[in-house]
């Protein structure tokens, strides 16, 4: 199995695409460490695993959080090999309505986070001579979207963090790549009222899973993906090709 030498640390992972995520990297035999704020959900697919699973329910928006959880892993005697910084929230509003809050907030757990976990990461994958890391951004971070300044923002950050850390870290085998889903079947998209409108515009003629997604991650954190780094994988069914 690809993964089965690898420690894998999943943030998000109680969405639907973090939770499609752990799967496939778990099931090529990988051990998986999830970070979510849903501890039932946690406790859940920790029992539907059995092995190989650690579950972590943390709010990575409080003070210290990132710095702490990865202090606790190592604790436990762990490395990461494979950072998918997968956590994301949503303060959708108007940009002459949005208060300090809904901007902080987004911007700190969708962007400062996974920030924060890169740099803890990376000395043990810089000493290792190996490691992959994945943000997952959105197609609205290349395209943009009203209402959504501050999540377009921390998106379209994420992007650029990207392609920055990867020329940093390029030459000590660690590669950091992202990917941008496009519209997915999940929480984040089941409130949309005009779901066949959009599916009306996507070229494949609907939304993706999130094994479409855990595919896309599953490939570029790959040992055999070494040339490929400072990319964006884009998962849209073919929706920014229009």
């Known amino acids: 199995m690809i993964f089965s030498s690898y420690d894998i640390l999943i943030t998000g992972a109680t969405g639907g695409i973090g939770r499609a995520v752990a799967e496939e990297f778990w099931r090529q035999g990988a051990v998986v460490h999830l970070v979510g704020r849903r501890s039932e959900i946690l406790q859940e697919i920790a029992q539907e695993f059995g092995q190989r699973c650690h579950i972590y329910p943390v709010d990575l928006m409080q003070p210290g959080a990132p710095q702490n959880l990865l202090k606790q892993i190592q604790t436990n005697g762990s490395n990461i090999h494979i950072l998918v910084n997968n956590s994301g929230i949503t303060r959708d509003q108007l940009s002459l309505r949005m208060k300090e809050a809904a901007w902080s907030d987004v911007l700190n757990l969708n962007l400062k986070v996974p920030f924060e976990l890169c740099q803890g990461v990376l000395p043990f994958m810089l000493r290792n001579k190996f490691g992959r890391i994945i943000n997952i951004s959105s197609i609205v971070g290349v395209m943009g979207n009203a209402g959504q300044t501050n999540y377009v923002a921390s998106k379209a950050g994420l992007i650029g963090l990207t392609k920055a850390l990867a020329l940093e870290v390029a030459k000590k085998a660690v590669t950091v790549n992202a990917?941008?889903?496009?519209?997915?079947?999940?929480?984040?998209?089941?409130?949309?009222?005009?779901?066949?409108?959009?599916?009306?515009?996507?070229p494949v003629g609907y939304f993706g899973s999130p094994l479409d997604v855990a595919y896309g991650v599953a490939f570029l954190a790959d040992p055999k993906s070494r040339y490929i780094t400072g990319q964006t994988?884009?998962?849209n069914g073919g929706l920014l090709a229009v």
């Open 179 to 202: 990917v941008a889903p496009g519209f997915i079947e999940t929480d984040m998209t089941s409130h949309l009222a005009d779901k066949e409108q959009w599916a009306s515009k996507i």
């Open 233 to 235: 994988l884009h998962i």
